[in-house]
Nanobody, 120 residues
C-alpha cells in the first residue's frame, strides 16, 4: 500500500524557519508532480507550492521569496523549506503526489498533514 508520511511540523516563533518533509513509501514506479497545501482553521485548503517532474516550481503569492519546495527523486521525498515564518502561516500542511504505478497508470495521494504553528 502506498502512503505519504509528512514530518517536520511544530511550533516556531515569527521570523523562524521550519523544514517539512514528505516521503512516499510502497510500490511506486515514479512520482510526477508533488504539491504542498495548507488549511488554517475555518478556512479552505489552499495551494502553497508545487514542483513538477522536471523540477519546475510554482508558489502562492503569499509565500514567494520565503518558502522553497524541492524534491529528492531517489528518496521519493519532497521538502518545503519555510523561512521568515509569519503567524498567518499557521495551518495544517498537507503534501500530495501524482504517483505512477508499475505497469502504468497514475493516482493522486494525500498525506495525513502536519501542524505548523507560528507564534507572534
Amino acid at each position: 500500500q502506498v502512503q505519504l508520511v509528512e514530518s517536520g511540523g511544530g511550533l516556531v516563533q515569527a521570523g523562524g524557519s521550519l523544514r517539512l518533509s514528505c516521503t512516499a513509501s510502497g510500490s511506486i514506479a515514479s512520482i510526477n508532480a508533488w504539491g504542498w497545501y495548507r488549511q488554517a482553521p475555518a478556512k479552505q485548503r489552499e495551494l502553497v507550492a508545487t514542483i513538477t517532474g522536471s523540477s519546475s516550481t510554482n508558489y502562492a503569492d503569499s509565500v514567494k521569496g520565503r518558502f522553497t519546495i524541492s524534491r529528492d527523486n531517489a528518496q521519493n521525498t519532497v521538502y518545503l523549506q519555510m523561512n521568515s515564518l509569519k503567524p498567518e502561516d499557521t495551518a495544517v500542511y498537507y503534501c500530495n503526489a501524482d504517483i505512477v504505478r508499475y505497469g502504468g497508470g497514475m493516482f493522486h495521494l494525500w498525506g495525513q498533514g502536519t501542524q505548523v504553528t507560528v507564534s507572534s
